[in-house]
């Protein structure tokens, strides 16, 4: 009898590792995946943030992605011409490079919806000037990304006019709260010290879900 509990209680021992084994490779399997990188280009028609209740998706803020790629890269090729990796890979003020300018790209497609909704609640529009200007800078913009960094952008140029137009939009609703307020045009700049109240008043929320898990560093950049 007691060789048969014994074995009984090595049998239930034996099953209750391999149901605790199994369980831990589920719960790792599941944990890579939730950590696993996403392709931007996957996923240009999912939605990245909603604010105020509309949904933008990736594709709504590839230029800010794009831009903020740029000058990311650029403050990389100073930093080490030869190794521009070792700069988006650098720590520093408790977050990673990568990570804060990829979190500055949404910061600033956020900022740029509010404001652009103030200027459609103000009816503003931009002059020939503006306009010409604002065409210029897209022009350049879009050059500067070249055949190869188009093409993995994934959007038109139309698609790239139409985000400046409402950047330039958003900048002169931007410059009539700060004139209307009596302050400097870059206190409601995202990192001003007023825009945070501005901010206050609307509600966003970004998809973490894929948010977190972007390769940010390769949508236009080899």
Request: glycine share 4%; aromatic share 12%.
């Amino acid at each position: 009898m007691a060789g048969k509990r014994e074995k009984r209680q090595t049998t239930v021992f034996l099953l209750a590792f391999i149901v605790l084994f199994i369980a831990s490779i589920i719960a790792c399997v599941v944990r890579a995946k939730r950590m696993q990188k996403v392709e931007y280009a996957d996923h240009m028609e999912d939605v990245a943030v909603t604010v105020d209740g509309e949904p933008y998706t990736f594709r709504d803020i590839a230029f800010y992605l794009a831009y903020k790629e740029q000058t990311t890269q650029e403050q990389a090729k100073v930093y080490d011409l030869e190794h521009t990796n070792e700069f988006w890979n650098l720590h520093t003020n408790g977050s990673f490079i990568r990570i804060e300018a990829k979190d500055t790209a949404m910061d600033m497609a956020v900022h740029d919806v509010i404001f652009y909704r103030m200027a459609e609640e103000e009816e503003l529009s931009l002059s020939e000037d503006e306009k010409q200007y604002v065409e210029n800078k897209s022009d350049d913009f879009w050059n500067d990304l070249e055949e190869e960094g188009q093409k993995r952008l994934g959007v038109s140029k139309g698609e790239i006019d139409d985000t400046f137009i409402h950047m330039g939009l958003a900048q002169k609703a931007q410059q009539l709260l700060a004139d209307t307020n009596g302050v400097d045009y870059r206190e409601y700049n995202v990192e001003g010290s007023m825009y945070q109240d501005v901010l206050d008043e609307h509600t966003y929320k970004v998809n973490e879900k894929l948010w977190k898990r972007l390769d940010f560093g390769n949508i236009i950049l080899d």
